[in-house]
């Protein structure tokens, strides 16, 4: 049987992020582990009020699906019982996670990936 912890989590910021619709000095993070076989998988998502989530309404959504997650709930199972957003991510990455270190791989070699040799990513630039 599998285990599951959820959590919520405040990261301070070394600098406070101050943008036109404010600022934040901590990134609220909630993190999931499942463990199975002594084996623990972790996920984590940082819920959007932009997009109407907060840490209640996430914790929510992850608490609505704890007794399947015991029972062996399937990456492809959670896609249709959970809309995307931060909690389906913090649950499909814990269970890629725990796929992954069952199998004592990486995700890439699981998934049969290559890695690129370079990652573009955007940054936002702050006010002050």
Known sequence: MRT???FEEAWPLHTPFVI????????????????EEGIKGT???????????SDASVMAQIMSVVSQLEKGL???????????????????CALWDLAAR???????DLIGITLPETVITAQTVVIG
């Not at 996920?43 to 989530?53: K, L």
């Not at 069952?102 to 890439?108: C, T």
Request: net charge positive; glycine share 8%; proline share 5%.
């Open 4 to 6: 599951v912890k959820v």
């Open 20 to 35: 036109a619709r404010g600022s934040r000095s901590e990134a609220r993070v909630v993190v999931v582990e499942l463990e």
């Open 43 to 53: 996920g984590e998502c940082t819920p959007y009020p932009r997009y109407g989530e």
């Open 74 to 92: 399937t990456r492809e199972e959670l896609q249709k019982i959970l809309p995307a957003g931060a909690a389906r991510n913090a649950l499909d």
């Open 102 to 108: 069952k199998q004592q791989q990486s995700l890439a």
